[in-house]
């Protein structure tokens, strides 16, 4: 028997696939047979009163389907600001309004601005829920080039609290009263089913 080179053999492989309709492919492959006919508009004829006026032609236009959102009640917004002084050297902590029965609040973003009497006191600032034993979220900051006192909290991220939580923001400073800390919390109230 006489074999014939690869290089042969795939040249007559691609002049047969060529020469192959489409149809008989999708059939040999066991695929579902491509009809053109399918995608074609519905056509519908109507009598007309002369032999040579055109035909009336309707087409079917598929209507979309009505979409009912559900929950958009159930999704309020949620913005609240706080602001205190503290004197305490060490700690300075501010509470926002508890989560009401029969809701969760999902904080998105929290926005907060810490002022320290000393420069390069402030060690952590944590987001944590009704007391300060709580597990704690440590939420990055930045100092400000203007003020060396002066920092900002940027934190975007997913906080859940459920009925009955007081959301706490507690920053912590070397042996230095923190002036003042102002937080901005956003987000959305569910109401639970």
Excluded: W
Aim: some cysteine; proline content about 9%.
């Amino acid at each position: 028997m006489r074999s014939i080179p690869a290089r042969t053999a795939l040249r007559f492989m691609a002049l047969a696939c060529a020469a192959t309709p489409l149809l008989a492919l999708a059939q040999r492959a066991e695929l579902p047979p491509i009809h053109p006919a399918a995608a074609r508009p519905v056509v519908a004829r109507t009598a007309t009163a002369g032999p040579l006026a055109a035909p009336a032609v309707t087409t079917a236009t598929p209507r979309a389907a009505a979409v009912q959102v559900v929950d958009d009640d159930a999704h309020a917004p949620y913005k609240e600001g706080v602001f205190t002084n503290c004197t305490v050297a060490g700690v300075c902590t501010v509470a926002f309004t508890t989560v009401p029965a029969g809701h969760r609040r999902i904080v998105e973003h929290l926005s907060c601005s810490v002022y320290v009497s000393t420069t390069g006191a402030l060690r952590y600032v944590a987001f944590l829920a009704n007391s300060f034993t709580a597990p704690r979220d440590f939420v990055p900051y930045t100092r400000s080039a203007a003020d060396a006192g002066q920092y900002f909290v940027h934190a975007v991220e997913l906080f859940p609290f459920d009925a009955g939580e007081t959301p706490l923001v507690y920053a912590y400073a070397d042996t230095s009263p923190i002036q003042d800390l102002t937080c901005t919390i956003t987000g959305r109230d569910v109401v639970l089913p």
